[in-house]
Nanobody, 124 residues
Framework: QVQLVESGGGLVQAGGSLRLSCAAS????????MGWFRHAPGKEREFVAA????????YYANSVKGRFTISRDNAKNTVYLQMNSLKPEDTAVYYC?????????????????WGQGTQVTVSS
């Protein structure tokens, strides 16, 4: 089992940047695919990005491609989401999640463990 704790959210103006971090407990962090999702009011939880165990593969939602970068440091049991050129429509609670599957999934059901979320608000 793994426990996840996100940090780094906040209020930023459109065009600004934020870096989210997700710290994982346990000694098997590198056995999980890690993903980021977001949930805005009135919308379903949405896939944002994911990264393979070795960081050799990444996958992004079209809405964030070219603006967001996911990375991980297995020595620090941490996954990051660098968010640049933020837009008001990026406003949401952002969650990190861990998946034991062998391939990168984009659905919440693909992920077994979730953090508590961190709020990102982008003002226009």
């Amino acid at each position: 089992q793994v426990q996840l704790v996100e940090s780094g959210g906040g209020l930023v103006q459109a065009g600004g940047s934020l870096r989210l971090s997700c710290a994982a407990s346990g000694r098997t962090f590198d056995s999980y695919i890690m993903g980021w999702f977001r949930h805005a009011p009135g919308k379903e939880r949405e896939f944002v990005a994911a990264i393979s165990r070795s960081a050799g593969s990444t996958y992004y939602a079209n809405s964030v491609k070219g603006r967001f970068t996911i990375s991980r440091d297995n020595a620090k049991n941490t996954v990051y989401l660098q968010m640049n050129s933020l837009k008001p429509e990026d406003t949401a609670v952002y969650y990190c999640a861990a998946s034991p599957q062998r391939w990168i999934g984009t659905l919440p059901i693909n992920y077994n463990y979730w953090g508590q979320g961190t709020q990102v608000t982008v003002s226009s």
